[in-house]
Structures are given as C-alpha cells and as structure tokens.
C-alpha cells in the first residue's frame, strides 16, 4: 500500500530521532497541519501492525520502538536481561501508572505502607519520574511514568495498560 | 460459609452443642448462639484429644479446623472487648463507605500489579532506538563530492611530485610550535589576510602542516586570528583580529 508523503516524511525524522518528537514538532518538519500528521500517525500506526516494529506515544510525542512480540530476538541482539520487579514495587508502579501524577502520599494512602524505598527503586530503575509538584501545601512532588516503563511492559500508549476486574466485577479502566 | 447437610467440618462436642464446627460458627454468626457461653479452651482440648487419638495426621480437616476455629476466637474476643479495632484502622473521620471505597482501591491495585506482573513476566518488551554517534553533525554540512574529488587530486598532485616525506628535509621539521606560532603572528601582523596554503609553502612536509596548523590553533585560542573557511576542503583564510579586539578593549566613552 502506499503511504502519503507526510506519513513517509514522519516515518524518516522518527527513524533517526534518538529521543520521542512532538506532533508539534512533527508538523514544523513536515509543514503539514497538526490534523495532517495526526492523521499520518495513524496511517503509519497501521502499516507497522504486521512489521517489527510499533509506534509508541505518550501524549504528543511520538517514537518507534520495536515490537513486543521481536523481544527476545532484540534483547539477545543488545544482551539485554529481563528487568525484575518485587511485588512490592508493582504494586507502587501500579498505583503511579493508573492514577497519574500522583503523590507519594497518595500512594501510601492506597497502599497502607511506607513506599519510600518502593519509590526510590522504581526511579532508579527509570520506570517512574518526577513529573513536577502539586500546588497543594508542602508542594508534593507528583509522579508518573516513563518511557522506559512503555517499553518495559510492551505498551504502546498509556491506554493499552491491562483492564482489571474490581472485587465488585466492574471494569477498571486507567484513570 | 453455608452449612450443608453431611458436612465435612471437624465434628466438636461442648457444652450446649455437638455438631460440625461449621455449624457452629454459623450459628455463632447468626447470633442463635452466644459465643460468650462457648468455652473455646475446651473447644480446643476436645479436637485435640481426638486428632492425637488418630493413627495419622488428617491435615485438611485439622487446617479447616483451624481456620474455623480462629474466626470463632476473633468473634469472642470482639464479643469480649466491644473496642477491638477491626480489620483496618479507620481514619478519624472516614465513614464506613470511605473505608470500603479504599479496600476495593486497594484490592484494585494489587489485581493491576498483578497484571503488569504478567506483562513483566511474559517478556514482552519494546526497545528504542539507543544513542550512537549524534546526526547533529555527522555527515558535515554543505559537502558535496566535486570538493571531496578536488582536494583528492591535490594529495595525488602533491604525491606525483615524487618526494616521500622521508626524503624532504623540510625547514619545517627543525621548527618548534613556537616557533612557527611566532612566525605566523608576525606574519598576520604585516598582513591583515593569509590563507594556510601561503603559510604552507609549495612542497609542504606532513610535519610541518601538523606545526603550522597547531600553531594556528594556539593563535586561534589567545584571540590573535580569525579563522574562517567558507567551503569543504576549500582554503582557509586567516585574518588578523588585533583591529577588533582593540576595539573591545578600548574604554567605552565617558558620558557627558
């Protein structure tokens, strides 16, 4: 099938982007209106359905990553190990990626403990990050997700983050 | 728990009741029984006194015991003391339904870490484009093959010559950096423009380009020269900067 020129021209910048670029940007570079690219990206998110690799976005920004399913073939190409996450951490992680940005306290309220050092483990290993303060008193510092946690986890976007059913059967949809 | 007809509880025997534990615990739980008239030590003694009794260890009826049992102990010890806190500690203030609201939070969060667990497990992962050489720079900007093609036939010109390096005793070769350095700031000094050909000299050693060029470099750096170079592999023009920095240096005007 053939892809239009500005599907064609986004396709390149991301190819060589070493970091996501914006659909703002996209647009600048492509001298396209933002309705054109969205409409590029979207084109381009088909076409990489049946390839190696996927379009990931969170918010405006936009990058290519490799596509889940090719994940050991990569990791055994980069030697990459597979990433470890105690329970304890996934619950942490859980709460900041359905509920971002979120605050520490927040997230101790949920889940009844201290998350100090769930925190701390979670920015180390990049899968969390400081997302600015909350302008409540004390100033909280807010957190959310990151790239690397897209990419850990194989998702796409935030909104491909798995449905849960509650203890009361309802569908639990990211927030 | 529903109680059925041939049940499968640990049969207990005390005062006031013989049954199946399960019924019991119904009955406690739907207050036909006042659990403060139960003695639960002789609940205890008489279960244990028949499990020692059995040649083997029935361990599902002794954990089911157990689990009936404990929620009989919880209900008397509430019974018992009517300000045992519950389960969760409730916050000053927060309702029952405030309470509820945060253990089906809670118990959310624990289904989501389960499944990004599973995600995490099954291996599923993206990988991003890593770093590498930046492309900022690379390849330089404005080169085209005609220049590439033109200094190539300059190095075969210069190599057709016939002199090899070691051949040449090149002035240059004697030379300190700086002294070359000195040469070319008196030169730039009496001449306000040179090009690096001009200080190169017709039959250059690689030696002597190698000191020109630091020397230019060490010019360069102290503010001395301009160094400017308009095309790829074009010449490069070096001017003197003394006129200007003079002028930054002067003192500004007094005002009046």
Sequence with gaps: MTRSPNAIAIEAVLFVAEKPVSQAELAKIAGASPRAIEAALIELEAHYEDTGLRLQHEGDDWQIVTAPETARFVAAYLGADRLRVSSASLETLAVVAYRQPVTRAEVEAIRGVNCDQTIYTLMSRRLIEERGRRETPGRPIEYGTTWEFLECFGLTSLEGLPRVITPEGQVRLPE | ?256
């Design chain 2, 1 to 256: 728990m529903s109680l059925v007809p041939g049940s499968s509880a640990p049969h207990v025997a005390v005062e006031g009741f013989d049954g199946p534990l399960d019924l019991l615990l119904e009955m406690v739980e739907e207050k036909r029984i006042d659990i403060l008239t139960v003695r639960l030590g002789d609940l205890a003694d008489e279960y244990l006194a028949r499990v020692r009794a059995l040649a083997a260890l029935p361990a599902a009826e002794v954990a089911e015991f157990l689990a009936l049992a404990s929620r009989l102990v919880l209900l008397k010890a509430r019974s018992l003391l009517p300000s045992l806190a519950p389960d969760l500690p409730v916050e000053e203030g927060e309702s029952e339904e405030d309470l509820r609201a945060r253990i089906i939070e809670y118990a959310t969060t624990r289904e989501r870490a389960a499944a990004l667990g599973d995600k995490l497990r099954a291996g599923s992962r993206a990988f991003h484009r890593e770093g590498g050489a930046s492309v900022t720079d690379l390849p330089p900007r404005g080169g085209d093959s005609g220049a590439l093609a033109a200094a190539w036939a300059k190095v075969l010109a210069l190599a057709a010559m016939g002199q090899r390096e070691e051949d040449l005793v090149a002035p240059g070769e004697r030379y300190s950096v700086e002294q070359r350095t000195g040469e070319i700031e008196a030169l730039v000094a009496l001449h306000d423009t040179l090009t690096f050909g001009t200080l190169l000299g017709d039959r250059p050693t690689l030696g002597f380009a190698i000191v020109t060029f630091i020397g230019l470099l060490d010019l360069y750096r102290r503010l001395v020269i301009e160094i400017a170079q308009d095309e790829l592999f074009g010449e490069i023009t070096i001017m003197r900067k003394t006129a200007r920095m003079t002028a930054v240096d002067a003192p500004a005007p007094e005002s009046a």
